[in-house]
């Protein structure tokens, strides 16, 4: 027994000296057991899954309100130009299918008719009209373009003195067209005019410009290209400063020439903007009133009269209302159905230079 006391006192004796130790002392297995007990109660417990934000229902809330704020605040601008523009155009298109009856109370409309388009395809003067407001357009346009165009590169090439020459470009497309048609009108005053006297100075007499229909209408492109070739130009400016100098410097080095790299960099590039200049003009040209209302009335004769003088002259002065919106209806869908092919057939160039 006092054996066994002693023992069981030897064995104490030896764990004594290595408890005191500390874990590290008791033997490798006790240490490793014990670093992964503090693992295990150091470790945090795993956080809950979060719940999912409906943040796609709420994007979608707010873009449904702020597109409801914005129809709200472009109501007003909306039925302005509902009222102003789109119902006056629908009303027109109606009365050029009516018979339109007027006395002393107003007009009634008696009945809904094709006799007014077929009026028109019959009438020798809407037929001249129209040749002559084709040619108007496809002249000055064509003129314009080009002059635009030279405008624009010697613009592109300015540097410091560009702002100045801009200034001075824009002072033509600036005044308004009544006063500048009153401009040349006087200028082509058959008494008075600076051009009536340059020509009779080269000529045995001097000649009426606005009594002669070549004269006349040479007379009424001259006011127009004037007038609308800095628009053309400002337009195409736009469009050749976004062309990179990486560009020219690459067709400098390639050893193209300046009509070369004109025609194989800049036109490709500059076919977006070339038809935003040609449908806005064609759109200006073809509806053109105002010039040659002040300067010939559409004279000599019917020789400068355009679609548009043609339909004030049966619609005001004649009181026609039926023919006179046929009229103005067939020349927005000749302009809108011109537009359309030439949209369609830049489609097919800009396919083909990709």
């Given amino acids: 027994?006092?054996?066994?006391?002693?023992?069981?006192?030897?064995?104490?004796?030896?764990?004594?000296?290595?408890?005191?130790?500390?874990?590290?002392?008791?033997?490798?297995?006790?240490?490793?057991?014990?670093?992964?007990?503090?693992?295990?109660?150091?470790?945090?417990?795993?956080?809950a899954p979060e719940t999912p934000r409906p943040e796609r229902s709420t994007r979608t809330s707010l873009g449904r309100t702020r597109n409801r704020a914005a129809w709200l605040?472009?109501?007003?601008?909306?039925?302005?130009?509902?009222?102003?523009?789109?119902?006056?155009?629908?009303?027109?298109?109606?009365?050029?299918?009516?018979?339109?009856?007027?006395?002393?109370?107003?007009?009634?409309?008696?009945?809904?008719?094709?006799?007014?388009?077929?009026?028109?395809?019959?009438?020798?003067?809407?037929?001249?009209?129209?040749?002559?407001?084709?040619?108007?357009?496809?002249?000055?346009?064509?003129?314009?373009?080009?002059?635009?165009?030279?405008?624009?590169?010697?613009?592109?090439?300015?540097?410091?003195?560009?702002?100045?020459?801009?200034?001075l470009l824009l002072v033509p497309w600036s005044l308004v067209t009544i006063v500048s048609a009153q401009l040349w009108k006087y200028i082509y005053d058959s008494t008075y005019g600076i051009a009536t006297w340059g020509i009779g100075l080269v000529t045995s007499e001097p000649p009426v410009i606005l009594g002669e229909p070549v004269s006349a209408a040479a007379a009424l492109m001259v006011a127009d290209i004037w007038k609308t070739t800095p628009f053309v130009a400002i337009i195409l400016l736009a469009g050749l400063v976004m062309i990179p100098d990486e560009q020219y410097e690459a067709a400098e080095l390639d050893g193209s020439s300046a009509w070369s790299t004109f025609w194989r960099v800049v036109m490709p590039q500059l076919l977006p903007t070339f038809t935003i200049a040609v449908l806005f003009r064609v759109l200006q040209a073809f509806g053109v009133f105002d010039l040659p209302f002040v300067l010939t009335q559409g004279g000599p004769g019917t020789s400068t009269q355009t679609l548009a003088i043609m339909g004030y002259k049966v619609l005001f002065q004649d009181i026609n209302i039926g023919p006179g919106a046929a009229i103005a209806t067939s020349t927005a869908l000749i302009v809108g159905v011109g537009c359309l092919l030439f949209l369609r057939a830049f489609r097919n160039q800009a396919k083909g230079v990709d």
């Fill in 1 to 47: 027994m006092a054996g066994a006391t002693a023992g069981a006192g030897g064995a104490g004796a030896a764990r004594g000296p290595a408890a005191a130790l500390g874990p590290d002392a008791a033997g490798p297995g006790t240490a490793v057991r014990s670093r992964t007990q503090e693992a295990r109660v150091a470790r945090p417990a795993p956080a």
């Fill in 73 to 167: 605040f472009a109501s007003p601008a909306l039925l302005v130009i509902l009222l102003v523009t789109v119902f006056p155009v629908i009303y027109s298109v109606v009365l050029s299918f009516a018979r339109v009856s007027i006395d002393y109370d107003g007009f009634q409309v008696e009945e809904l008719t094709l006799a007014n388009y077929g009026a028109l395809l019959q009438s020798s003067d809407w037929y001249r009209a129209l040749g002559f407001t084709i040619l108007y357009t496809v002249v000055t346009v064509t003129i314009e373009l080009v002059l635009g165009m030279l405008s624009a590169l010697v613009l592109e090439r300015l540097g410091v003195t560009r702002g100045w020459m801009l200034a």
